[in-house]
């Protein structure tokens, strides 16, 4: 039986925390999540992997590998553990395993950039905003 292929699954959610729409399956085992704060406007980036479950046919996880912000501000200075390298604050996030990310994404500022292979892009080009809060999991593509 085919499992599928390992990845991230996003899906918008209504005001009511349902999901709405289709969710769309992105193929990929390590990605980075960028967004510039909207007050401070300064730079923050977290590391994903996605890991297989730990046991036979357990769905993936998600794993948080590594963070860096370009500085600091009122509110968003960087946990006691950080070391500045080459201008960035970089840490290991304290959550390893998150089983969802919850990711708002307003109108009112930048989208976040999804960064695989060197490239950042958009978010919207994955999966368009509502203006709302987007859910990035740990999934499998359904098989074929």
Known sequence: MSLGLAG???ALVTAAGATSGSV???PVLSFTLAWTHSIEKVRWEEDYVVRPGKTPGAAPV???VAARVRG???GMEPPP???LRHGWYEYTPTLRHPAELRLTRSGFTADYDWCTGGRCRSMAGLL???GGVTVLTA???APP
Do not use: K, W
Request: with cysteine; hydrophobic share 45%.
């Open 8 to 10: 991230v699954c996003l």
């Open 81 to 83: 553990d950080a070391r």
């Open 62 to 64: 998600l794993e948080a």
């Open 72 to 74: 600091s501000g009122a």
């Open 139 to 141: 999934c499998r593509s």
């Open 24 to 26: 769309v399956f992105v």
């Open 128 to 130: 368009p905003s509502n």
